[in-house]
T-cell receptor, first 111, second 117 residues
Framework: AQTVTQSQPEMSVQEAETVTLSCTYD???????LFWYKQPPSRQMILVIR??????QNATENRFSVNFQKAAKSFSLKISDSQLGDAAMYFC????????FGTGTRLTVIP | DTGVSQDPRHKITKRGQNVTFRCDPI?????LYWYRQTLGQGPEFLTY????????KSRLLSDRFSAERPKGSFSTLEIQRTEQGDSAMYLC???????????????FGPGTRLTVL
């Protein structure tokens, strides 16, 4: 069975600083995809970044980057130069066929 | 195109009543997904359609739940004889994948928040 674990229920970061959100997953599949989604308060979930498991290179999207360690089944999200608008729930998700989400990390950005 | 839309955004009902939610996916997307999200949790997969065919259903989708996508466009999720435990956010997502392996990214709607009294 696929499981996704986010061990940090809450994190905070000073504006303009860098923060890393952790995620581990468990799977027996070899082909799969990993995602980070952001869910701002009372707003819809949006995709932040995705990583294909067959790619060794870590994905980056502007200020967002991942550290994908396939052997360790780890997929952390790094947010650089944090902005107030980054405050949200962040969900790590794994996909082979269906999408499995972790329980989320609530990120607070301190001005 | 304005993305995935869901209607209603909020629904309050009494226990035992039936409710129906609608999801309109991004127009060119052939895959449509339903999820349930309870407070403090990540979304949990309920079911998904490729065009009008319902290809997979989670064990979470009890007999009281039924989903349809009659013409491969919008979808409805009906809950019969609602229970207080059904209170949650119901999320719809769509994607534009083709082929046998869903490599595509899912785009989510704003959700329908259901409260069962």
């Amino acid at each position: 069975a696929q499981t996704v674990t986010q061990s940090q229920p809450e994190m905070s970061v000073q504006e303009a600083e860098t923060v890393t959100l952790s995620c581990t997953y468990d799977t027996s599949e070899s082909d799969y995809y990993l995602f980070w989604y952001k869910q701002p308060p009372s707003r819809q979930m949006i995709l932040v970044i995705r990583q294909e498991a067959y790619k060794q290179q870590n994905a980056t999207e502007n200020r967002f980057s991942v550290n994908f360690q396939k052997a360790a089944k780890s997929f952390s999200l790094k947010i650089s130069d944090s902005q107030l608008g980054d405050a949200a729930m962040y969900f790590c998700a794994y996909r082979a066929n269906n999408l499995f989400f972790g329980t989320g990390t609530r990120l607070t950005v301190i001005p | 195109d304005t993305g995935v839309s869901q209607d209603p955004r909020h629904k309050i009902t009494k226990r035992g009543q039936n409710v129906t939610f609608r999801c309109d996916p991004i127009s060119e997307h052939n895959r449509l997904y339903w999820y349930r999200q309870t407070l403090g949790q990540g979304p949990e997969f309920l079911t998904y359609f490729q065009n009008e065919a319902q290809l997979e259903k989670s064990r979470l989708l009890s007999d009281r739940f039924s989903a349809e996508r009659p013409k491969g466009s919008f979808s409805t999720l009906e809950i019969q004889r609602t229970e207080q435990g059904d209170s949650a956010m119901y999320l719809c997502a769509s994607s534009g994948g083709t082929g046998g392996f869903p490599t595509d990214t899912q785009y989510f709607g704003p959700g329908t928040r259901l409260t069962v009294l």
